[in-house]
Nanobody
Framework: QVQLVESGGGLVQPGGSLRLSCAAS????????MGWYRQHPGEQRELVAT???????NYADSVKGRFAISRDNAKKMSSLQMNNLKPDDTAVYYC?????????????WGQGTQVTVSS
């Protein structure tokens, strides 16, 4: 079992930057795929970026070239560097940990952190 806590959200002007962090505890962190998702008001949660245990990354088309996901297995942390932020990036951002095994897939979620991009 994994417990996740996000931090780093806030208010930023268009074109600015923020760095979100996710601290994990309670289980073996290094074998999980880590991800960041976001949810706009009235919409479904959508994938932003993922990083596998081997360091392979995947990004939504809307954030490619602007966002970068990383992980530090020793510190049990995952980060999302967000640059050149746009108003459409405004959302609640959630940290995700995914465990894939023969028995199935298990997902764990943080509480979310608000990111607001506005001039």
């Amino acid at each position: 079992q994994v417990q996740l806590v996000e931090s780093g959200g806030g208010l930023v002007q268009p074109g600015g930057s923020l760095r979100l962090s996710c601290a994990a505890s309670g289980s073996i962190f290094s074998l999980y795929t880590m991800g960041w998702y976001r949810q706009h008001p009235g919409e479904q949660r959508e994938l932003v970026a993922t990083i596998t245990s081997g360091g392979n990354t995947n990004y939504a088309d809307s954030v490619k070239g602007r966002f970068a996901i990383s992980r530090d297995n020793a510190k049990k942390m995952s980060s999302l560097q967000m640059n050149n932020l746009k108003p459409d990036d405004t959302a609640v951002y959630y940290c995700n940990a995914r465990w894939e095994a023969r028995s199935g897939v298990r997902d764990y979620w943080g509480q979310g952190t608000q990111v607001t991009v506005s001039s």
